[in-house]
């Protein structure tokens, strides 16, 4: 009881995160219009890193069990976005106000205020069949083109990570060597696209394990 309860916590302190960004997102942009999406970073960059922050815990939660999600899915999830955020788009201010960064906020949060919804209501034992169709469903196409927006996020990235040297260390002697950080994000572009193969393989066997739970349940009531 205790572990479900804080588990009810942790889920509504992130739904009200991701509920608040969603929420600011949406009236600046019926308010300003296009002229909200450069400053999408400034506006709410500062709650974004802390929902972030904070979702590291749910890998915690697997390791420690009291979370049944697996783990190598939920560890790619949240490193893809810990990366792009604090190292891709937190660190070059010129990426900041690019219009993909607004499209990978709203993709996140979209499908993160689904998830805590149902996560929610699930640690009170309170299943809906749409909310569980629109959870276990709207991340099968909305994940690969997050994928592809920090894909594209990262290729923007990368004349100023060239141009401003961020990250790249030129080692003192004895060594002869240099590490070049554009290329480590190149290849951590063929990583990103292959970890989302096998994610995308994980969500629909997730959907048909849940799904198919529940249409068993409604054909034996």
């Keep these: ?15 009200c995160g991701h509920s608040w960004i969603f929420t600011n997102m949406i009236i600046r942009f019926m308010t300003f219009g296009k002229d909200s999406l450069a400053d999408t970073f400034h506006s709410i960059g500062l709650v974004m890193r802390l929902c972030q922050l904070l979702s590291v815990l749910e890998i915690l939660h697997i390791l420690i069990g009291i979370d049944k999600s697996r783990l190598l899915p939920r560890f790619l999830q949240i490193t893809e976005r810990i990366i792009v955020l604090f190292v891709v788009i937190n660190s070059q201010e010129e990426v900041q ?23 929610m209501l699930a640690r009170m034992g309170t299943y809906y069949l749409p909310l569980t169709w629109l959870n276990f ?19 923007v990235s990368l004349p100023y990570f060239e141009s401003f040297g961020t990250y790249s260390i030129k080692l003192p002697f004895p060594f002869t060597f240099s590490i070049y950080f554009p290329y480590i994000l190149k290849m951590y572009l063929l990583v990103l696209f292959a970890g989302m193969c096998f994610i995308i393989q994980n969500l629909f066997s997730e959907r048909m394990a849940h799904l198919g739970t529940h249409n068993i349940k409604n054909k034996r009531s």
């Design 137 to 155: 469903s709207l991340c099968i196409p909305l994940y690969p083109v997050s994928v592809l927006a920090k894909g594209f996020a990262i290729c």
């Design 97 to 119: 106000g690019k219009y993909v960064v607004c499209v990978l906020f709203f993709l996140w949060n979209l499908l993160d205020v689904v998830r805590y919804t149902y996560n």
């Design 1 to 15: 009881f205790t572990m479900n309860m804080y588990l009810f916590v942790y889920d509504l302190m992130q739904f």
